[in-house]
């Protein structure tokens, strides 16, 4: 157990709507990290919050957009999604910003949209 | 840009035996992490095993051991005496030593199954 919380474990939906998934991070890790895995590819980098603020910021589509709530907590929105979205979301985490070498994973939340 | 290249999609390896994954990187950087996770059927992504660039030493835990040529920008892992459990996809990441940003850049896998 990695102490990253990520719900919901599963989600199926379809094309065209929202959803949202949520993080929860290691006690006192404070930067936030989103991946995205599609089917048989390695892990995409999405964004990174770090203490509320965004850090860094990857191959996040516009439809997407993320948050950071003062509880630590994160959100990843997922709008008029298309069937192209379906993968494999993880949440990381981390102590800070430093180089401290590892990050953290969740299960992820697998999204299905038909 | 950084890029990680993993040219095996997938291997195979005998119970007890001993294989090594490939992994190539691309990058300006002189100072980064080079990382191999592991991610079992279960999905979790589990740290194998971690490079500083600055060492020359390669990194060792237990069973698993890296050979790093910075030179030549390669950074592959050796699964000594495999075990059933080590059955997983393996994933080569590159982090740069950049303080605000530190992101892994992540391969696209060698599926590594370990044959009884």
């Known amino acids: 157990d990695s102490g990253v919380t990520q719900t919901p474990k599963h989600l199926i939906t379809a094309t065209g709507q929202r959803v949202t998934l949520r993080c929860s991070p290691r006690?006192?890790?404070?930067?936030v990290y989103w991946y995205q895995q599609s089917l048989d590819q390695g892990l995409q980098f999405l964004i990174q919050?770090?203490?509320?603020?965004?850090?860094a910021k990857g191959n996040i589509l516009e439809r997407f957009s993320a948050q950071q709530f003062p509880d630590l907590h994160s959100e990843l929105n997922l709008s008029s999604l298309e069937l192209g979205d379906s993968a494999l979301y993880f949440c990381?985490?981390?102590?800070?910003?430093?180089?401290?070498?590892?990050?953290?994973f969740g299960e992820g939340s697998r999204l299905t949209v038909l | 840009a950084q890029t990680v290249t993993q040219s095996q999609p997938e291997m195979s390896v005998q119970e007890a035996e001993t294989v090594t994954l490939s992994c190539t990187y691309d990058t300006s950087e002189s100072n980064y992490y080079l990382f191999w996770y592991k991610q079992p059927p279960s999905r979790q992504m589990i740290l194998v095993i971690r490079?500083?660039?600055?060492?020359?030493q390669n990194a060792t835990e237990n069973r698993f051991s890296v050979n790093f040529q910075k030179a030549a920008k390669s950074f592959s892992l050796k699964i000594s005496d495999s075990q059933l459990g080590d059955t997983a996809m393996y994933f080569c990441a590159f982090m740069m030593d950049q303080t605000g940003a530190n992101n892994l850049f992540f391969g696209t896998g060698t599926r590594l199954t370990v044959i009884p």
């Open positions: 490079q500083e660039a600055y060492k020359q």
């Open positions: 919050y770090y203490n509320g603020e965004e850090r």
């Open positions: 006690s006192g890790d404070l930067s």
């Open positions: 990381a985490s981390s102590v800070g910003t430093g180089v401290t070498g590892e990050l953290f």
